[in-house]
């Protein structure tokens, strides 16, 4: 198991490498730097231009930035926001509780919807349920998540009343320091009356929006997997033994079903990372997705890249958990036996 | 069963949600988030207005126009034919306090040379904190124009200038020129945490800072020992919220009071519904096409007023501004003092301007560069597609244009060094004092790199420019700009487009709001009702 996690993870290493040179890079080929992108109608005299160019280390050449910040990165140091002078560690780590909490309930909502609604198919294969399911979760993979967002927050919030457009808290009414970042937790801390309910209130539409492409994954996924473990032996086994069919259907087959969709769970966590960048646009959410868009458009080098290198590292991180995981779940893979 | 039970009574508490009075509290849905709390270090209107609750200046814009009044000045006297402005301080003016900082004693001069000092010394303590980029401090010139600034007590600032310039009162209201408090900046530095001065402002405006959650939300308290208008509201609070449809929801939905920047598209169904309010002005900027008098025929005045008269205008502002332009006559907005609406703009005439051509003694087709901006600005929504139409209007009259364009950065440099034929540029004002406009017309800025295009030099026209700059009296001032607008008008060297046209969204409820043609947003005497 040891030997097993610690291959897992060297092969991190070469991925680490590759995302800092890419990153690095592509922020770079975007015309106009920071200091150009400071620059209105009234320009900037070349004297003031070569300063902050030096101040930057921009005037350098490109491979000698490159080397110093990773050398700065192997320091841990992630640098400083060029736009706001804050470390990008503390930015990101100021913003990132928001975008994990947003993550975690579009990933609680995808699973508690998606893993029912696809064993159920599974079992009523060919049912109006079952072509239901599939064309409703295949408009769900392919929902644009922008129009998606938008049409929820129009007829629900705007239409109906019945959810709040966006943000995370209801700003009037209630205002309490935040120790953890996570809205519902530190509305619990709280103390104050309803804020809890609140911070859930705000959490359900964009939770749906960032849930929906996983959760058409998940049921599909959870269908197949247990259309093909229904026709396994063991299944027709505990069947011929007289076990009642929810013991069947939720015992033997759906465990074993789960195994799949446990790794695409697992894949989905970077189209959550990739969703959560339109969807904390659309609903106010201030997470890092938000973040790293406007650091594009500031060209906040730093910022961009330490915050794609630590939602890859992230990203990584879930996957390499998942992979241990399944090897825990089936002990078949873990251990190339 | 009882699942489903357990579920419908969740989701009935869920979407019934909380509603608990409390003190009024005005809900603005801004654009995005600030940089930091302190103007003179940054440079973009979202932070600006994120600080101006908490900040007052030396002197201000009276709201909702571009009138310069006194602020923490109670008054001035210029003296030495404009080279020197003695400031006289309001006394007894209280900073806020923060959780971790009591301030001691009242405003003073100190807190002015310091404020200043900033930005100009760089043996500054805080010269460097923060990035230490002081761009409008820059831009608008105050190194050039400033010799010194003193204190002879502690409520007399004696302000001496290189050379006169009254138009620097109007600097001085700017955002970038936010009065701290020197006592906090102090108390930071003994403690070790001098970005704090930056993060958490500490000032005398109308409202104090509370807190600030990245991307979220920025929380303020009405100063009630504020000297000027008084807020009206107990607690003002910014909710970030960056997509406009979104911010349009919301403000829909009750969930903010005052909405910034709608998007255009969504203005005619805004103003439709009873509960919203929309309130439009021009903008501070302008559009033109300027045309490079040193670039035969551009030379003479008849192929400029020709060339004026065969662009059609009112297409651009419907086609290209959607409704979010005015076609412009003079190089500065209506809402701005010296305005002379008794100029007759040029109309669009395609035939007379033929004619015109053939008695300058043009040969059509007559070959000219059109040079297009590449890039979306405040007051130019789509060069590419202006530079398009006016291609088509040209051709009409026998001109062919050919387009050209360069990336930004390189386009402007071109331009100001006068490399172009004739070339789309424009100008988004600064202090709202029409020398920020009309310099773009004058002969010291006709040089190369200047940001006069059309590299224009009148003599009577820059004599004026010059001129108003050391007359304290405004209306005498706007006589001069006047006659200004007369000599631009008949010379042509630039054919003015259009203006934008700022639309600001509110609940019908709120009163007291005042748009500001300067584009900046202020909550001081706005209520809810």
Known sequence: MLGYFLRRLALTIPTFLALMFLTFIAIRLVPGDPVEVRVGEHGISPERLAFFRH??????????????????????????????????????????????????????????????????????????????????????????????????????????????????????????????????????????PGAFLDALRHLVLPAIVLGTVPLGVVARMTRSSMLEVLGEDYVRTARAKGLSPARVIGVHALRNALLPVVTVIGLSVSGLMAGAVLTETIFSWPGVGKWLIESIGRRDYPALQGGVLLVSAVVIFVNLVVDLIYGAIDPRISHGR | MKFNIFAGVAIAALVAGANAGSAKTLVYCSEGSPENFTPAINTTGTSFDAARPVYNRLTEFKRGTTEVVPGLAESWDIADGGKTITFHLRKGVKFHALKDFKPTRAFDADDVLWSIDRQWKPDHPYSKISGG???????????????????????????????????????????????????????????????????????????????????????????????????????????????????????????????????????????????????????????????????????????????????????????????????AKTLIPRTMWSYDDAIADYPYDPAKAKAMLAAAGVQTPLEIDLWYQPVQRPYNPNGKRIGEMMQADLAKVGVNAKLVTYEWGEYRKRAQAGEDMTAQLGWTGDNGDPDNFFFLDGCTDGKPAGNNIPKWCNAEFNDLLVKARVIPDQAERAKLYRRMQEIEHEEAPELLLAHSIVSEAMRANVTGYKQSPLGTHAFEGVDIK
């Not at chain 1, 205002?175 to 509305?187: C, I, K, L, N, S």
């Not at chain 2, 009405?222 to 997509?243: H, M, Q, S």
């Not at chain 2, 998007?263 to 096409?289: C, H, T, Y």
């Open chain 2, 133 to 327: 980029k002081y761009d409008y401090f820059n831009d608008m010139d105050m190194p050039s124009l400033l010799d010194s600034v003193t204190k002879t007590d502690d409520h007399t600032i004696v302000m001496k200038l290189k050379e006169p310039n009254v138009a620097i009162l109007a600097n001085l209201a700017m955002d970038f020129m936010a009065i701290g408090s020197k006592e906090y900046a102090d108390f930071l530095l003994k403690k070790g945490t001098p970005e704090q001065f930056d993060q958490a402002p500490v000032g005398t405006g109308p409202f104090s800072f509370v807190a600030y959650q990245k991307d979220s939300v920025i929380r303020y308290k009405a100063n009630k020992d504020f000297y000027g208008e008084k807020p009206l509201v107990d607690d003002l609070v910014f909710a970030i919220t960056p997509d406009a449809t979104a911010r349009y929801a919301k403000l829909k939905a009750g969930e903010c009071h005052v909405n910034a920047y709608p998007r255009p598209a969504d203005l005619d169904e805004m103003k439709k519904d009873p509960a919203l309010e929309v309130i439009s002005a021009p903008g501070l900027n302008i559009a033109f096409w300027a045309f490079n008098v040193n670039k035969p025929p551009l030379d003479k005045k008849a192929v400029r007023q020709a060339l004026s008269m065969a662009i059609d205008r009112d297409a651009i502002v419907k086609d290209v501004y959607l409704g979010a332009g005015e076609k």
């Open chain 1, 55 to 192: 101040e930057l280390g921009l005037d350098q050449p490109v491979w000698r930035q490159f080397l110093d910040y990773v050398w700065k990165l192997l320091h841990g140091d992630f640098g400083v926001s060029l736009a706001t002078q804050q470390k990008v560690l503390t930015e990101f780590l100021t913003l990132f509780p928001a975008t994990l909490e947003l993550s975690a309930f579009a990933m609680l909502f995808a699973i508690v919807v998606g893993v029912p609604a696809g064993a159920i198919a599974a079992v009523k294969r060919g049912s109006v349920f079952d072509q239901a399911l599939m064309t409703i979760s295949l408009f769900g993979y392919s929902m644009p998540i922008f129009w998606w967002g938008l049409l929820l927050i129009m007829f629900v919030s705007v239409r109906l009343g019945l959810l709040p457009v966006s943000g995370r808290i209801d700003l009037i009414n209630y205002y309490f320091d935040q120790p953890t970042g996570f809205m519902t937790v530190d509305a619990l801390l709280s103390d104050q």
